[in-house]
């Protein structure tokens, strides 16, 4: 097949014309900009025979306003010189910011063809930062040749790239008159002759005794540099982009760390708005954990502080009252799990080694289990790599049913987290499948059995899927594969062999469709008909999701080479080894780290020149960048927005009169519309929870010498400690109720849901849901004690929870989901248990023993604003008319807006002495879980009332949870041993009104 490609795309020719337009003003003239070398207005005599270079005779000050001019259009900020002051280099930068997958390569060599016929400029260096973007760029320089060719009516043009032992290119560059584009690896000249450096820089007896660095120098060349953000990061990489003695300097990138001269700017935003590249969705799947395993993830290994030896973190299970759960441990040397859980099934689990040597990071057992760093033993991680390989094939049969009339190919990555789970060789070279290998045939077979899928793709497993992957040889045969970080020498091999299959792989006839690697695939690979990418690793550093992303972000082809512009087509979908909520988060921060690397913009901020694609108030133009900035200015003093950007809680567009009071020039209706509408475009998804301000609730310790609060706390602060009695039938009888009336016991399950994702100016968030799907994980293990379990959580006898288990009738789901069925019987029972011995408990007075007033200076808190109410009243007069404090803090948190009006009507009321609601360390011990009561008043009404009061929303014991009933009844006897006056309330009324006797 032939790539086509299409010359008419506007955002493209937007790019071009950024870069030619700078230069408005030259004479249009070839003959008069390319000129043999012995000008002295040039270079002068030294290299009269050097060859043919070009020249810009375009006045600096016009140079400037020309710049201006084009970044006004593109809307993106004006540059204060055209050669950064105190910068590394004396010749002038632009720069051009494309989308992954919009056509940059495409942009920049059109750009090369329209120099060379508005301007007449000839000499082109590419300057690439790894074999693998060098492969890139010849690749599209030969799949574009008779693009461009009948572009520019066959204008010559001759390309190659730089190799040190055939010197005669570089010759040819320097004295051939037709365009001329050398492309070239910084690293080939990065190296000063100096200091044995690179080839470019040594004399050459074949060059009349010079160094072929000058043939190029003296071409005058246009340096292009792709990728810039990993070609000149460096003060040596620096010199020697200077030392090409460039005309100028054109760098594109979708990822610049310095933007020199911005110039036109294709964010990930914009692309995604306008459909340039493919929409995306995600299919995450949900948590889920087999708490039937024995599970040990090593998430951390390390050296804490000024530690000597190395320590790791690792994630296990514990049983809690409410059911298993993970929990992180430090571990070091010799520390045994087992001391760490209450799950017997670790016992064995001593640490004999912790290795922190970097690349062979991992903690042995002394039971023989080796966990390696961000891996696990004994829990899900097979099942759920097994579950994305399913999701993946089964999408890409989907997809290939629904193209295959219309002649396009599907291509699914995978990446992996380590070779060996794919490839596997032995001593003598000879090539095995791994367990991913294994699983993807397995599964690739099954779902090409399914009927709707019968005929689809008339190849086998082995036939369609393949890895690409740096090979560890020895004496001439392969050994194994590497797991390499994409950067690496050995990656050559791999990107080497991805290049030149690229085309290949476009064929609907090649049955290769699956393509397994290690490494990310970073700049310089990327494959337009990728439709899935499957993460079968962590998306561990930076970037890392939108590098995999724009490996299949590219518009689709069908098999003409014909461009796909159908947004049903067009969808890249991620299968991820996380949650959504993850990935998008991940995928936000990402793309504010690519557009920023100095973390000045983030999504929800509204930029300085957020305005200038509105029409101004006449109606007669776009607002200029000047004008933008004013507006921007105006919103901060008005407190809408802080001088970063970020929104302020004084925003609140639906408000009821809500305006932005706009200056004079820009008060017309319309245009204020037209700005609100501007601003909420960016209104970050979370604005109604982050953007609020938070206070610190501080304690006055002054309070203390208040006499009315001394004398409540004296009788409030006591300890008690409770007493129960219960029949062990009626338990039975209870307790067995209950477990046959409990929910069904499902098995483990991995649930994935399909949804798209949502890239605005707001930020990363989730769309429309488009599917469920749900994977059922088989148990084979052994079952564990189940009344081990049980006497441990509930305390009971075996013999009593025999009883309990045979009468219920459900023994039968303890096989279904063991763990689960264990916990939900413990859960019940205990119920049960509670509710018999609540409505006999007993408490009395511990004596000497009393909660410490410390207790309220331990409760500070910081709370959001809109959860606090300010104490108007913070001070009382007593009867001699001495003033006290009579409330400890001067906010009082509240968590539902019944307790916020109980606060207001305690602060309001005279009567009220002292109020206060309880600090959090104040807990009543109960059988079901210590109690917090909420408010302790003193009130003065026909004498002095010592109240403790529960606010809840309603008295109806029938419509509030059974754990808050029997809580309030343990309080209730607790406070009655104490002789304090407690009861649930809803309104104030009930709260300030005392119990009967």
């Given amino acids: 097949m032939k790539l086509k490609f299409d010359s008419s795309l506007e ?91 919009t056509g940059k390569t495409y942009v920049y060599l059109r750009t090369v063809f329209e120099l060379n016929r508005l301007y007449g400029l000839r000499k082109f260096v590419v300057v690439v930062p790894s074999v693998a973007i060098r492969e890139g760029v010849t690749t599209s320089i030969k799949l574009m040749r008779d693009h461009f060719r009948g572009l520019y009516d066959n204008a010559a043009f001759d390309s190659f790239v730089y190799n040190s032992k055939d010197l005669s290119r570089v ?70 982009i200077a030392n090409l003695n460039p005309l100028f300097c054109l760098r594109y990138s979708a990822t610049h760390v310095h933007p020199y001269n911005l110039i036109y700017q294709l964010d990930p935003i914009r692309a995604y708005d306008l459909k340039l590249v493919k929409q995306i969705e995600v299919v995450d799947a949900s948590p889920t954990q087999d708490f039937n395993r024995t599970m040990v993830r090593l998430d951390w290994i390390g050296y804490p502080g000024r530690a000597k030896t190395p320590q790791a973190k690792v994630t296990i299970f514990e049983d809690t009252p409410n059911g298993p759960r993970e929990k992180q441990v430090a571990l070091k040397h010799g520390a045994d799990l087992s001391h760490f859980t209450n799950r017997p099934d670790y016992d064995g689990y001593q640490v004999t080694n912790v290795s922190a040597e970097p690349g062979n990071e991992y903690v042995e057992f002394g039971n023989g289990q080796i966990v390696e760093l961000s891996a696990e033993t004994g829990g899900m991680a097979d099942e759920r790599m097994k579950n994305q390989i399913r999701q993946t ?19 699914s990555l995978f990446f992996l987290d380590q070779v060996a789970s794919y490839r596997l060789y032995d001593d003598d070279g000879n090539r095995g499948n791994g367990k991913v290998a294994d699983w ?144 998008a988060k991940g995928l936000q921060s990402d793309i504010e780290k690519a557009i920023d690397p100095d973390g000045n ?15 101004n108030p006449e109606g007669t133009a776009q607002i200029t960048q000047e004008q933008s900035e004013a507006l921007w200015k105006h919103l901060i003093s008005k407190g809408f927005i802080d001088k970063n950007g970020d929104f302020q809680e004084a925003f609140k567009p639906s408000a009821e009169g809500f305006s932005l009071d706009l200056p004079d020039e820009f008060a017309e209706a319309e245009f204020g519309k037209s700005v609100l509408s501007r601003l909420n475009r960016f209104v970050p998804r979370d604005f109604a929870k982050d953007a609020r301000k938070r206070e610190a609730v501080k304690y006055n310790k002054r309070v203390e010498l208040n006499p009315e609060f001394q004398e409540l706390w004296k009788r409030i602060s006591l300890k008690t400690r409770y007493s129960v009695e219960f029949k062990t039938d009626e338990l039975v009888t209870r307790a067995a109720a209950k477990v046959k009336e409990m929910p069904e016991i499902k098995a483990v399950r991995i649930e994935t849901t399909k949804r798209a994702v949502e890239l605005t100016e707001s930020g990363v968030g989730g769309g429309r849901v488009t599917s469920n799907r749900m994977y059922v994980v088989e148990n084979s293990l052994p079952l564990p004690d189940i009344l081990a379990f049980l006497q441990r959580e509930t305390e009971l006898t075996r013999g009593t929870l025999v009883r309990i288990l045979k009468d219920s009738g459900r023994l039968k789901d303890f096989g279904t989901n063991p763990q689960a069925f264990m916990t939900e019987c413990a859960k019940h029972v205990n119920r049960a248990l509670h509710e018999l011995i609540v409505s006999g408990i007993k408490y009395e007075p511990i004596a000497g023993q009393a909660y410490e007033m410390r207790l309220f200076e331990e409760s500070e808190i910081e709370e959001y604003l809109d959860r606090l109410y300010a104490v108007q009243e913070s001070n009382g007069t007593l009867e001699d008319g001495t003033e006290v404090v009579r409330t400890p803090y001067d906010w009082i948190a509240y ?103």
Avoid at 602 to 615: C, D, E, I, M, S
Wanted: proline share 5%.
């Fill in 11 to 101: 955002y493209q020719r937007d790019a071009v014309g950024a870069v030619t337009d700078l230069f408005e003003g030259l004479p249009q003239n070839r003959e008069g900009l390319s000129v043999p070398l012995g000008t002295e207005a040039m270079l002068g005599t030294e290299h009269s025979e050097l060859g043919i270079g070009n020249v810009l005779a375009l006045a600096p000050e016009q140079l400037l306003a020309n710049l201006h001019a084009v970044q006004s259009r593109n809307a993106v900020p004006k540059s204060r010189a055209l050669v950064e002051e105190g910068g590394p280099y004396e010749f002038p930068n632009f720069s051009v910011e494309m989308e992954t997958g």
């Fill in 171 to 240: 010759r040819q560059f320097a004295v051939n008159n037709e365009i001329q584009i050398m492309v070239i690896n910084i690293q080939a000249f990065a190296k000063d002759a100096e200091k044995a450096g690179n080839v470019i820089h040594q004399e050459q007896d074949r060059m009349s005794g010079r160094k072929p660095i000058d043939f190029v120098r003296a071409t005058n060349p246009v340096v292009i540099i792709d990728e810039p953000q990993s070609v000149d990061t460096t003060p040596k990489s620096q010199r020697a």
């Fill in 393 to 411: 094939v089964e999408e890409h049969f989907a997809k290939e049913k629904r193209f295959k009339e219309r002649g396009i190919k599907v291509l």
């Fill in 440 to 583: 993807f045939e397995e599964i690739y077979a099954e779902v090409s059995a399914k009927s709707i899928y019968r005929g689809v793709l008339p190849y086998s497993a082995d036939q369609v899927h393949d890895g690409y992957f740096s090979a560890d040889r020895k004496k001439g045969k392969v050994v194994g594969l590497l797991d390499t970080s994409g950067s690496t020498a050995k990656d050559d091999e791999t990107y080497e062999l991805i290049m030149k299959d690229k085309e290949r792989l476009l064929d609907p006839e090649e049955p290769l469709r699956f393509i397994f690697s290690h490494s990310a695939l970073k700049e310089g690979w990327d494959n337009p008909n990728v439709f899935q990418i499957c993460t079968l690793r962590e998306m561990g550093t930076e970037n890392e999701r939108r590098q995999t992303l724009g490996r299949g972000l590219r518009l689709p082809v069908n098999k003409d080479g014909d461009r796909i512009f159908d947004e049903q087509v067009n969808r890249l979908t991620v299968i991820a080894n996380e949650t959504f909520q993850d990935y």
């Fill in 601 to 615: 913009f983030r999504f929800g901020r509204v930029p300085k020149l957020a305005f200038t694609p509105l029409l």
């Fill in 895 to 997: 968590e539902s807006d019944g307790e916020r009006k109980v606060a207001e009507r305690l602060d309001g009321d005279p009567r009220v002495k002292f109020f206060c609601k309880l600090p959090r360390g104040f807990k009543i011990p109960t059988p079901v879980g210590n109690y917090n009561p909420d408010w302790a008043i003193v009130l003065e009404d026909d004498g002095k009332l010592y109240l403790v009061r529960e606010t809840k929303s309603t008295l109806d014991r029938d419509e509030r949870r059974g754990s808050e009933n029997r809580k309030v009844d343990c309080g209730k006897a607790h406070f009655r041993a104490l002789g304090v006056d407690f009861k649930d309330a809803t309104t104030i009324h009930e709260v300030l009104e005392p119990n009967s006797p």
